[in-house]
Nanobody
Framework: QVQLVESGGGVVQAGGSLRLSCAAS????????MGWFRQAPGKEREFVAA????????VYADSVKGRFTISRENAKNMLSLQMNNLKPEDTAVYSC???????????????????WGQGTQVTVSS
C-alpha cells in the first residue's frame, strides 16, 4: 500500500505557474505508475496527466498539453506536475493517484488507479 500527499496548490493569476508535488510513502514508489487528476466545482473528476513506472512514457489531456509537465523522482518518492500558462479553467482540486496494474504503461482512467491523495486546491484568477 502507498500513501500520497499533495502540496503546492494556491492562487495564481492567469498566465502564471505553479508546481504541484505528491509525496509517496509506504510500498516502493518505483513500483507504481502515477497520474494527476482534477475536479472543478460541479464537475466530474477528469484526467490531467500520467506517466509510467520509470517515467519513460507520458500522456496528457488535450486541454493541458504543451502547458503542463509530469515528472517523477523515484529516489525521492516524489511525483510532480509543473503547470505553466495557467488559465481560469484550470481551477480545480488536483489529486495524484497510483496504480500497480501494468506499471510500464500509462493510465488515463480513474478506475485503473488504486490509491489517491486528498488533493490540493489550485485557483487561477482572470
Amino acid at each position: 500500500q502507498v500513501q500520497l500527499v499533495e502540496s503546492g496548490g494556491g492562487v495564481v493569476q492567469a498566465g502564471g505557474s505553479l508546481r504541484l508535488s505528491c509525496a509517496a510513502s509506504g510500498r516502493s514508489f518505483s513500483s507504481y505508475a502515477m497520474g494527476w487528476f482534477r475536479q472543478a466545482p460541479g464537475k466530474e473528476r477528469e484526467f490531467v496527466a500520467a506517466l509510467s513506472v520509470i517515467g519513460g512514457s507520458t500522456v496528457y489531456a488535450d486541454s493541458v498539453k504543451g502547458r503542463f509537465t509530469i515528472s517523477r523522482e523515484n529516489a525521492k518518492n516524489m511525483l510532480s506536475l509543473q503547470m505553466n500558462n495557467l488559465k481560469p479553467e484550470d481551477t480545480a482540486v488536483y489529486s495524484c493517484a497510483a496504480t500497480v496494474r501494468k506499471p510500464y504503461l500509462v493510465h488515463r482512467t480513474i478506475g485503473e488507479y488504486d490509491y489517491w491523495g486528498q488533493g490540493t486546491q489550485v485557483t487561477v484568477s482572470s
